[in-house]
């Protein structure tokens, strides 16, 4: 069947019901809201009309003829061109695991019938009225990238991308490990979805996530040179994939370490036996450079969806149950179990009571690195950095008190002081006259949540008399592998207050940048440091390059940061990143130092961008 090619008019929507009542009841009552309606009776059908036409939004029956619902979903969300079209799902069932399958693949909402006229239409212009507003996030640019003309980039071959793939052993690294793991799950979905509809009763499978210790750092590392490190892992990957066969996918994770994916487990000893066998496959010796040598490997397991739905959570997970079997002494392998609290977590209960004086004591402090625009040479942005000064031990870094601060109950008063503070400080620099300055900062994953958030910060920019336009939140690339319908929820309110958003540290998670182009972000933060690290200095170059254009194309602006050499400063300015930040340019500085520099007392970034790139 041809489908009907839709006029461009008013909103579209596709009405998936294989009942011709219904049906017929859905598209009248749609109509007479004035949306411009299709029906389809089967899911083959539907299939067809969605692929030659563009949609603002779906509502679908589930059991349908031929294919269902949850099919059809499942099909949409692998194209880049249906994934955020809306779904709605009608359904006489309403069963909590038709319910849960339905939100894990991505249905926007879930109406059961009978419903009422009034529930429907709600729902589609909740539906569309988010999805306006998310098109005009993305549309949203600064001033300054409404200038730039991108120009029209052909997509790379996937084999060919130098972000997949490490310069040194060739074999595929973490970037690679986000793209093979939502296949993989994408599949496993549907085929939960045949055998949901099939009626068949079949125990359901998981994914097992092994993160693969060759060696003790010290044995493996210290005792080896650089080649003989990835001799031995190209060798190792081999072996695995000899013994385990296709179907298990094997990825360089960081210097001595491999991490497996096993799918379609669906015994928990047939996971323990495969286990088995690859550290079987990896305790024979190993012959490099007429040496022979022997590994200790140490195998660390987390499953999905039992112990996370997401890549950076299950391998985080994985490496906690590796670190257990690392100091196992009977066995090579451990799964993953839960935390202890973090009475037992933390080294130094010492350290627990002394932050709960910290504020009081007025201990903490904020710094300020600057962001440097690599054309002018000037400070556009400075990142707010808290950090503990301790009476005896000196500075203590956020990432080791912060958590520690949410554990005790302390994580909101120290947040509301920090935001306070640097919104004050802003507002002060605004007066000396630098009112195109902006400030950003890192808020913890364990509290992101707009909910909380964006009162406060409305808060604070009315008592400072701050524009909003002035902050710039930045959020952890870990927050991505959370429940995306939330986090672009949670974005799109900071963006609503006027508020830029930021996603920092880039090239230590697993995202990809098809991934990252999902949710509307304003500025892509690149880590020099730990993309050398994924894809080698040597392939860095062109990995930043891919970046920057696919950036480009995106209209998201790229700041690249951990910038240490004059070399990486150069290549920045010659390929036009409009900023950077890093130890290179400047350290990180006390509030009376950062204005010294804005004032141009300190004549380090004058004599550094004096001299054109090399």
Known sequence: MRAIQLQETMSKILVVEDDPLTLSSVKDLLEAENFQVIGAEDGEIALEIIEENAFDLIVCDLFLPKVNGYEILSSMRKNIDTAKIPFIVLSGRNKRRDVALGMEIGVSDYITKPFLNEELINSIQEQLKKKQFLENCYQKLDSNLDQTKTPTLPKAPQKKNPLYYDHDTNLANQFYLREQFDRIVSNYVT?????????????????????????SSEDFINDLDQEQINSILKSASQRLNNRLGNKSKIMR?????????????????????????AQESLVQPFTVKSQTLYLKPR??????????????????????????????????????????????????????????????????????????????????????????????????????????????????????????????????????????????????????????????????????????ESLIVELDESLLFRDGKVLMDEICDLKSLGIQVALDNFGRGYSSLSYLQQFPINILKVDLYYLANIVGEKNMPVALRYIFKTAFRAKIKVTAVNVATKEQLNFLRQHQVESAQGDFLSLRLLPNEFEELLQGKSDWLATLFSFPPM
Not at 390 to 415: C, N, V, W
């Open 191 to 215: 085929e939960r979805i045949k055998l949901g509809s099939s009626g068949v009763k079949k125990k359901a499978a998981s994914i097992a996530v092994c993160c693969i210790s060759l060696g």
């Open 299 to 468: 195998i660390g397991i987390s499953f999905y969806p039992q112990h996370g739905q997401e890549i950076a959570v299950l391998l985080e997970r994985a490496k906690q149950a590796l670190e257990k079997a690392q100091q196992n002494s009977e066995d090579f392998y451990e799964v993953y179990r839960p935390h202890l609290s973090y009475s037992v977590k933390y080294k130094s209960l010492a350290l627990v009571d002394d932050l709960r004086n910290a504020l009081n004591n007025q201990e903490l402090e904020i710094h300020y690195q600057p962001q440097v625009d690599l054309l002018t040479g000037k400070v556009t942005i400075g990142e707010a950095l808290i950090v503990w000064h301790h009476p005896q031990r000196g500075y203590i870094p956020s990432a080791t008190f912060m958590p520690i601060a949410e554990d005790i109950g302390l994580i909101k008063s120290i947040e509301t002081w920090f935001l306070f503070t640097i919104c004050r400080q802003l507002r002060h620099w605004h007066k000396l006259g630098f009112k195109q300055l902006k400030l950003a900062f890192n808020l913890t994953g364990h509290r992101f949540s707009a909910a909380n958030l964006n009162p406060l910060i409305a808060t604070i920019i009315n008592q400072t008399h701050l524009k909003p």
């Open 253 to 277: 994770l960081e210097e001595g370490y491999l991490v497996m994916i096993l799918p379609y487990i669906t015994q928990f000893n047939r996971a323990l036996q495969l286990v088995k066998t």
